[in-house]
């Protein structure tokens, strides 16, 4: 079974700065593709980054540029730094893990950021 729990949520003023991270068990990760998507109330779920399993990265174009995901393999763990936020950002941020092999996709719990103007 693979969990994985996110951290590094909370209330930032517009313009600020979070990281978000995303600590995952199992024995998957390495191999995994990871990814953040988010969810704002009434608002359809968006994905926002994802690395590849060999560090290669993708991200929605409303983060470009402001936004930067990585691991590290050695820590199981996957960042989100999110830097010049604006208050569209608020949203609860999941974490994802998609083990290609087997097709599957493992969730985390979710973590609130909420950026006030």
């Known amino acids: 079974q693979v969990h994985l729990v996110e951290s590094g949520g909370g209330l930032v003023q517009a313009g600020g700065s979070l990281r978000l991270s995303c600590v995952a068990s199992g024995s998957i990760f390495s191999r995994s593709a990871m990814g953040w998507y988010r969810q704002a109330p009434e608002n359809q779920s968006e994905r926002v980054a994802v690395?590849?399993?060999?560090?290669?990265?993708t991200y929605a174009d409303f983060v470009k540029g402001r936004f930067t995901i990585s691991r590290d393999n050695a820590k199981n763990t996957v960042y989100l730094q999110m830097n010049s936020l604006k208050p569209e950002d608020t949203a609860v941020y999941y974490c994802y893990a998609f083990d290609g092999p087997i097709s599957r996709t493992y969730w985390g719990q979710g973590t609130q950021v909420t950026v006030s103007s």
């Open positions: 690395i590849s399993g060999g560090g290669i990265t």
